[in-house]
């Protein structure tokens, strides 16, 4: 969660979040991407959803491996789980988006990975056990 949702934000969360080595990043055609080459020194493929492109061919192998359907469908997926609450209140928001977060990359969830969330957020809730 971040306040801002600007270029330099963007390349922030990007800078942090991608594993060292990787060879492409691929986005949509918003403008704050447009740097990400000459500020992190990655490769950039995007798709122009303006022009109706959703998935894209480059390297001619049939697979269409440029897109940016897994964020997006990450991002459905989420006002999906939030829609349940009828809204919440933004300062709780980073708590919910951890918790689906933790939901997804989690696939089942055990007593394991309820045990990690308690203890991720003790020291805000006292008493989860």
Known sequence: MREHSDAVTCREVLASSIPVGAAILYTDEWGGYWSVEEKLQLEHGSVKHGEKEWARDDDG??????HCNSC???????RTYLRAFRGVHKYYLAEYVATYETMLNAKRITAAVVQRMCRALSPLHAGCT
Do not use: C, N, P, S
């Open 61 to 66: 192998d049939g697979k269409r491996e440029v």
């Open 72 to 78: 997006e469908g990450a991002g459905a997926g989420l």
